[in-house]
């Protein structure tokens, strides 16, 4: 079975950043579409960012364009989301999911991001 552990949340001040990492075994890591999904108290869960497999583009909600960065290390089986200017309402569970055509789908156990001063 297919494993994603995410690492690098934390409490941070407003504006400050952080870097999360989503470490993935047991598949193909360079043949999955990642993504960043994050679930606050109270809402659905949403997605942040996404990138592809092969080529690595990448995408974003509207929310995060021009303050997160999402990026991908197919040696290190590795996926990241660095966090610039992060707000109050950035405060969520991270989690990370991987995905190769419809049935392959994994979700990593997510990691509390909280913005607050």
């Known amino acids: 079975q297919a494993q994603l552990v995410e690492s690098g949340g934390g409490l941070v001040q407003p504006g400050g950043s952080l870097r999360l990492s989503c470490a993935a075994s047991r598949l193909t890591f360079s043949s999955y579409a990642m993504s960043w999904y994050r679930q606050a108290p109270g809402k659905e869960r949403e997605l942040v960012a996404g990138i592809t497999s092969g080529v690595g583009n990448t995408s974003y909600a509207d929310s995060v364009k021009g303050r997160f960065t999402i990026s991908r290390d197919n040696v290190k089986n590795t996926m990241y989301l660095q966090m610039n200017s992060l707000k109050p309402e950035d405060t969520a569970v991270y989690y990370c999911?991987?995905?190769?055509?419809?049935?392959?789908?994994?979700w990593g156990q997510g990691t509390q991001v909280t913005v607050s001063s």
């Open positions: 999911h991987a995905e190769r055509g419809v049935i392959r789908k994994y």
